[in-house]
Protein backbone atom coordinates (compact mmCIF):
# COMPACT_ATOMS: atom_id res chain seq x y z
CA UNK A 1 0.00 0.00 0.00
CA UNK A 2 1.46 3.69 -1.29
CA UNK A 3 2.86 5.75 1.91
CA UNK A 4 0.25 8.20 2.69
CA UNK A 5 1.22 11.94 1.77
CA UNK A 6 0.91 14.99 3.86
CA UNK A 7 -1.53 17.51 1.88
CA UNK A 8 -2.68 21.18 2.84
CA UNK A 9 -5.51 22.32 3.04
CA UNK A 10 -5.92 24.70 -0.25
CA UNK A 11 -4.49 28.47 0.80
CA UNK A 12 -5.36 32.13 -0.53
CA UNK A 13 -2.36 33.81 -0.33
CA UNK A 14 -1.48 37.48 -1.74
CA UNK A 15 1.14 37.60 -4.27
CA UNK A 16 2.66 39.69 -6.86
CA UNK A 17 -0.29 41.89 -5.57
CA UNK A 18 -3.06 39.30 -6.53
CA UNK A 19 -4.72 36.49 -4.48
CA UNK A 20 -3.72 33.14 -5.88
CA UNK A 21 -5.30 29.45 -4.40
CA UNK A 22 -1.96 26.84 -3.53
CA UNK A 23 -1.94 23.78 -2.22
CA UNK A 24 1.17 21.68 -1.33
CA UNK A 25 1.80 17.55 -0.89
CA UNK A 26 4.85 16.41 0.80
CA UNK A 27 7.67 17.70 3.15
CA UNK A 28 8.14 21.24 2.66
CA UNK A 29 12.31 19.69 3.80
CA UNK A 30 12.22 17.96 0.17
CA UNK A 31 13.23 20.13 -3.01
CA UNK A 32 10.17 22.42 -4.63
CA UNK A 33 8.52 21.10 -7.50
CA UNK A 34 6.36 23.80 -8.62
CA UNK A 35 3.06 22.66 -10.88
CA UNK A 36 2.13 25.28 -13.37
CA UNK A 37 -1.41 24.42 -15.29
CA UNK A 38 -2.30 25.44 -18.83
CA UNK A 39 -5.14 27.65 -20.46
CA UNK A 40 -8.05 28.22 -18.86
CA UNK A 41 -7.31 25.31 -16.55
CA UNK A 42 -7.75 24.61 -12.57
CA UNK A 43 -4.64 23.54 -10.27
CA UNK A 44 -6.72 20.56 -9.95
CA UNK A 45 -5.80 19.65 -14.01
CA UNK A 46 -2.70 18.11 -11.86
CA UNK A 47 -4.18 15.39 -10.67
CA UNK A 48 -3.97 14.13 -7.12
CA UNK A 49 -2.28 11.23 -7.95
CA UNK A 50 0.56 12.58 -9.90
CA UNK A 51 1.30 15.12 -7.06
CA UNK A 52 0.85 12.43 -4.49
CA UNK A 53 3.73 10.12 -6.65
CA UNK A 54 5.84 13.29 -7.01
CA UNK A 55 5.95 13.70 -3.51
CA UNK A 56 6.47 10.37 -3.03
CA UNK A 57 9.80 10.66 -4.81
CA UNK A 58 11.00 13.36 -2.46
CA UNK A 59 9.94 16.94 -3.49
CA UNK A 60 7.94 19.30 -1.95
CA UNK A 61 4.63 20.04 -4.62
CA UNK A 62 3.12 22.94 -5.09
CA UNK A 63 0.31 23.17 -7.35
CA UNK A 64 -2.33 26.59 -7.53
CA UNK A 65 -4.91 28.23 -10.00
CA UNK A 66 -2.99 30.90 -12.27
CA UNK A 67 -4.77 34.42 -12.02
CA UNK A 68 -7.85 33.89 -14.07
CA UNK A 69 -8.68 30.21 -12.90
CA UNK A 70 -10.41 28.51 -10.17
CA UNK A 71 -9.67 30.36 -7.01
CA UNK A 72 -7.51 33.25 -7.76
CA UNK A 73 -7.99 36.67 -8.72
CA UNK A 74 -10.16 37.03 -11.61
CA UNK A 75 -9.81 40.08 -14.65
CA UNK A 76 -13.53 40.12 -15.22
CA UNK A 77 -13.16 43.64 -15.15
CA UNK A 78 -10.60 43.52 -18.27
CA UNK A 79 -13.55 42.47 -20.09
CA UNK A 80 -13.27 39.45 -22.88
CA UNK A 81 -10.56 40.03 -25.57
CA UNK A 82 -12.02 38.96 -28.77
CA UNK A 83 -10.27 35.57 -29.74
CA UNK A 84 -10.26 35.59 -33.36
CA UNK A 85 -9.50 38.82 -33.63
CA UNK A 86 -6.34 38.48 -31.48
CA UNK A 87 -5.36 35.05 -33.31
CA UNK A 88 -5.24 36.80 -36.57
CA UNK A 89 -3.54 39.67 -35.45
CA UNK A 90 -0.73 37.41 -33.83
CA UNK A 91 -1.03 35.33 -37.44
CA UNK A 92 -0.36 38.84 -39.41
CA UNK A 93 2.72 39.50 -36.47
CA UNK A 94 0.74 42.32 -35.72
CA UNK A 95 0.34 43.37 -31.92
CA UNK A 96 -2.35 42.00 -29.70
CA UNK A 97 -4.05 43.88 -26.84
CA UNK A 98 -3.95 42.17 -23.31
CA UNK A 99 -4.72 42.79 -19.82
CA UNK A 100 -1.27 41.15 -18.62
CA UNK A 101 1.40 39.40 -20.34
CA UNK A 102 3.44 36.09 -19.49
CA UNK A 103 5.71 38.09 -17.65
CA UNK A 104 2.62 39.25 -14.91
CA UNK A 105 1.97 35.33 -14.53
CA UNK A 106 5.45 34.89 -13.88
CA UNK A 107 5.92 37.05 -11.77
CA UNK A 108 2.58 35.49 -9.93
CA UNK A 109 4.84 32.47 -9.51
CA UNK A 110 7.79 34.24 -7.98
CA UNK A 111 5.32 36.15 -5.70
CA UNK A 112 4.28 33.05 -4.12
CA UNK A 113 7.87 31.29 -3.84
CA UNK A 114 8.11 34.48 -1.77
CA UNK A 115 5.06 33.64 0.84
CA UNK A 116 6.13 30.04 1.29
CA UNK A 117 9.86 30.89 1.46
CA UNK A 118 11.42 29.19 -1.69
CA UNK A 119 14.34 30.91 -2.97
CA UNK A 120 14.57 28.51 -5.90
CA UNK A 121 12.01 25.93 -7.21
CA UNK A 122 12.06 23.10 -10.04
CA UNK A 123 9.14 24.20 -12.56
CA UNK A 124 6.99 21.96 -14.21
CA UNK A 125 4.58 23.45 -16.92
CA UNK A 126 2.03 22.01 -18.88
CA UNK A 127 0.58 23.92 -22.18
CA UNK A 128 0.21 27.76 -21.28
CA UNK A 129 2.20 26.33 -18.06
CA UNK A 130 4.99 25.59 -19.96
CA UNK A 131 5.02 29.13 -21.67
CA UNK A 132 5.04 30.63 -18.13
CA UNK A 133 7.84 28.64 -16.92
CA UNK A 134 10.20 29.16 -19.87
CA UNK A 135 9.52 33.18 -19.41
CA UNK A 136 10.09 32.73 -15.74
CA UNK A 137 13.52 30.28 -16.87
CA UNK A 138 14.52 33.62 -19.08
CA UNK A 139 14.00 36.61 -16.76
CA UNK A 140 14.67 35.37 -13.62
CA UNK A 141 17.17 32.51 -14.14
CA UNK A 142 18.14 32.73 -10.40
CA UNK A 143 14.44 31.98 -9.44
CA UNK A 144 14.66 28.36 -11.46
CA UNK A 145 16.74 25.32 -10.37
CA UNK A 146 15.44 23.22 -13.12
CA UNK A 147 12.43 23.60 -16.23
CA UNK A 148 10.13 20.83 -17.41
CA UNK A 149 7.77 22.27 -20.26
CA UNK A 150 5.13 19.57 -21.49
CA UNK A 151 3.01 19.92 -24.57
CA UNK A 152 4.05 23.66 -24.61
CA UNK A 153 5.74 25.55 -27.44
CA UNK A 154 8.08 28.59 -28.04
CA UNK A 155 5.74 30.47 -29.46
CA UNK A 156 6.79 30.63 -32.97
CA UNK A 157 4.66 32.10 -35.32
CA UNK A 158 6.01 29.92 -38.10
CA UNK A 159 5.04 26.78 -36.20
CA UNK A 160 2.30 24.26 -37.48
CA UNK A 161 -1.29 26.31 -35.84
CA UNK A 162 -3.96 23.74 -34.49
CA UNK A 163 -6.62 22.93 -36.64
CA UNK A 164 -9.96 24.79 -37.03
CA UNK A 165 -11.43 21.57 -35.98
CA UNK A 166 -9.82 22.03 -32.25
CA UNK A 167 -9.77 25.10 -32.06
CA UNK A 168 -13.70 25.57 -32.62
CA UNK A 169 -13.87 22.74 -30.11
CA UNK A 170 -11.86 24.99 -27.20
CA UNK A 171 -13.41 27.85 -27.87
CA UNK A 172 -17.00 26.88 -27.63
CA UNK A 173 -18.70 28.39 -24.64
CA UNK A 174 -19.04 25.91 -21.78
CA UNK A 175 -22.67 25.63 -20.30
CA UNK A 176 -22.75 26.85 -16.54
CA UNK A 177 -24.96 24.20 -14.93
CA UNK A 178 -23.20 21.06 -13.66
CA UNK A 179 -24.79 18.37 -16.38
CA UNK A 180 -24.32 20.69 -19.32
CA UNK A 181 -20.99 21.99 -18.08
CA UNK A 182 -19.86 18.29 -17.12
CA UNK A 183 -20.94 16.82 -20.73
CA UNK A 184 -18.89 20.16 -22.89
CA UNK A 185 -15.78 19.01 -20.64
CA UNK A 186 -16.24 15.59 -21.33
CA UNK A 187 -16.25 16.04 -25.49
CA UNK A 188 -13.78 18.43 -25.05
CA UNK A 189 -11.40 16.22 -23.65
CA UNK A 190 -11.77 13.67 -25.43
CA UNK A 191 -11.09 15.33 -28.41
CA UNK A 192 -8.14 16.85 -26.92
CA UNK A 193 -6.69 13.36 -25.47
CA UNK A 194 -7.13 11.77 -29.16
CA UNK A 195 -8.03 7.91 -29.20
CA UNK A 196 -5.96 5.91 -27.05
CA UNK A 197 -6.78 7.24 -23.55
CA UNK A 198 -10.00 5.53 -22.69
CA UNK A 199 -8.96 4.91 -19.11
CA UNK A 200 -9.06 8.92 -18.39
CA UNK A 201 -12.48 9.75 -20.29
CA UNK A 202 -14.58 7.81 -17.37
CA UNK A 203 -12.50 10.19 -14.75
CA UNK A 204 -13.16 13.42 -17.04
CA UNK A 205 -16.60 13.38 -15.39
CA UNK A 206 -14.88 13.44 -11.88
CA UNK A 207 -12.86 15.85 -12.74
CA UNK A 208 -15.32 18.01 -14.38
CA UNK A 209 -17.83 18.23 -11.06
CA UNK A 210 -14.73 19.15 -9.00
CA UNK A 211 -14.03 21.75 -11.17
CA UNK A 212 -17.79 22.73 -11.52
CA UNK A 213 -17.35 22.98 -7.67
CA UNK A 214 -14.36 25.19 -7.25
CA UNK A 215 -15.80 27.01 -9.59
CA UNK A 216 -15.64 28.75 -13.15
CA UNK A 217 -14.43 31.44 -14.73
CA UNK A 218 -15.30 31.32 -18.35
CA UNK A 219 -13.70 34.31 -19.60
CA UNK A 220 -10.63 33.86 -17.89
CA UNK A 221 -9.31 31.40 -20.80
CA UNK A 222 -9.87 34.11 -23.35
CA UNK A 223 -7.66 36.47 -21.42
CA UNK A 224 -5.01 33.99 -20.88
CA UNK A 225 -4.67 33.35 -24.06
CA UNK A 226 -5.13 36.93 -25.22
CA UNK A 227 -1.58 37.29 -22.88
CA UNK A 228 0.42 34.23 -25.02
CA UNK A 229 -0.61 35.84 -28.16
CA UNK A 230 0.53 39.29 -26.99
CA UNK A 231 3.55 37.74 -25.27
CA UNK A 232 5.27 36.87 -29.03
CA UNK A 233 7.47 34.51 -29.93
CA UNK A 234 10.80 33.08 -27.09
CA UNK A 235 12.48 31.24 -29.30
CA UNK A 236 15.66 33.61 -29.37
CA UNK A 237 15.46 34.33 -25.89
CA UNK A 238 15.51 30.86 -24.78
CA UNK A 239 19.04 30.17 -26.30
CA UNK A 240 20.17 31.95 -22.57
CA UNK A 241 18.22 29.62 -20.34
CA UNK A 242 20.94 27.73 -18.26
CA UNK A 243 18.48 25.65 -16.49
CA UNK A 244 18.68 22.03 -16.82
CA UNK A 245 15.22 21.18 -19.12
CA UNK A 246 13.19 18.74 -20.09
CA UNK A 247 10.80 18.62 -22.64
CA UNK A 248 8.17 16.56 -22.90
CA UNK A 249 5.55 16.00 -25.66
CA UNK A 250 2.74 13.61 -27.24
CA UNK A 251 3.14 12.33 -30.75
CA UNK A 252 -0.83 13.07 -31.50
CA UNK A 253 -1.01 16.64 -29.75
CA UNK A 254 -3.94 18.08 -32.15
CA UNK A 255 -3.50 21.77 -30.16
CA UNK A 256 0.09 22.41 -29.86
CA UNK A 257 1.41 20.05 -32.32
CA UNK A 258 4.89 17.35 -32.08
CA UNK A 259 7.00 20.57 -33.68
CA UNK A 260 5.70 22.81 -31.51
CA UNK A 261 7.73 20.43 -28.69
CA UNK A 262 11.02 19.35 -30.97
CA UNK A 263 11.21 23.78 -31.35
CA UNK A 264 11.46 23.84 -27.67
CA UNK A 265 13.71 21.58 -27.21
CA UNK A 266 16.01 22.71 -30.02
CA UNK A 267 16.05 26.47 -28.94
CA UNK A 268 17.07 25.56 -25.37
CA UNK A 269 20.58 24.85 -25.02
CA UNK A 270 21.02 21.19 -23.76
CA UNK A 271 17.41 20.16 -23.65
CA UNK A 272 16.18 16.64 -23.50
CA UNK A 273 13.75 15.90 -25.58
CA UNK A 274 10.94 13.22 -24.67
CA UNK A 275 8.39 11.95 -26.85
CA UNK A 276 5.64 10.11 -25.08
CA UNK A 277 3.34 7.63 -27.88
CA UNK A 278 -0.23 8.02 -28.02
CA UNK A 279 -0.27 11.12 -26.13
CA UNK A 280 -2.15 13.88 -27.21
CA UNK A 281 -3.12 17.53 -25.25
CA UNK A 282 -3.32 16.10 -21.90
CA UNK A 283 -1.70 14.20 -19.13
CA UNK A 284 -2.77 10.13 -19.69
CA UNK A 285 -3.24 8.39 -16.68
CA UNK A 286 -1.21 5.39 -17.59
CA UNK A 287 2.00 8.06 -18.17
CA UNK A 288 2.24 9.14 -14.81
CA UNK A 289 4.65 7.51 -13.79
CA UNK A 290 6.64 8.37 -16.91
CA UNK A 291 6.77 11.58 -16.51
CA UNK A 292 7.22 11.31 -12.14
CA UNK A 293 10.45 9.41 -13.11
CA UNK A 294 11.38 11.81 -15.88
CA UNK A 295 10.93 14.90 -13.43
CA UNK A 296 12.47 13.37 -10.77
CA UNK A 297 15.69 11.91 -12.13
CA UNK A 298 16.07 15.94 -13.56
CA UNK A 299 15.57 17.50 -10.01
CA UNK A 300 17.60 14.73 -8.47
CA UNK A 301 20.69 15.47 -10.87
CA UNK A 302 20.34 19.08 -10.30
CA UNK A 303 19.69 18.73 -6.41
CA UNK A 304 22.85 16.87 -6.36
CA UNK A 305 26.00 19.05 -6.12
CA UNK A 306 23.70 21.72 -4.61
CA UNK A 307 23.49 19.50 -1.59
Same mark, same amino acid.
Given at each position: ??? +?? /??????? /????????? *??????????????????????????????????????????????? @??? @???????????????????????????? *?????????????????????? #?????????????????????????????????????????? *?????????? /??????????????????????? @??????????????? #? +????????????? /??????????????????????? #?????????????????? @???????????????????? *?????????????????????
Amino acid at each position: MPM +AV /ARSKETV /AKANGIYLC *YQTFGQRSDPPVVLIMGMGAQMVGWDDEFCEQLARRGHFVVRFDNRD @SGK @STRFDRAGVPDVMLALTRAWLGRPVDAP *YLLSDMARDVTGLLDVLGIDKA #HLVGASMGGTIAQTLAIEQPHRVMTLTSMMSTTGDPALPSPG *YAVLSTIFRP /APRDLAGYTEHYVATWKQLRGIN @SPEDFERDRARAARN #H +ARGLCPDGGARQL /AAILASGSRRHLLKAVTAPTLVI #HGDIDPLVPLAAGIDTAG @SIPGAELVVLEGMGHALPTR *YFARIVDGISQLVSCAERPAR
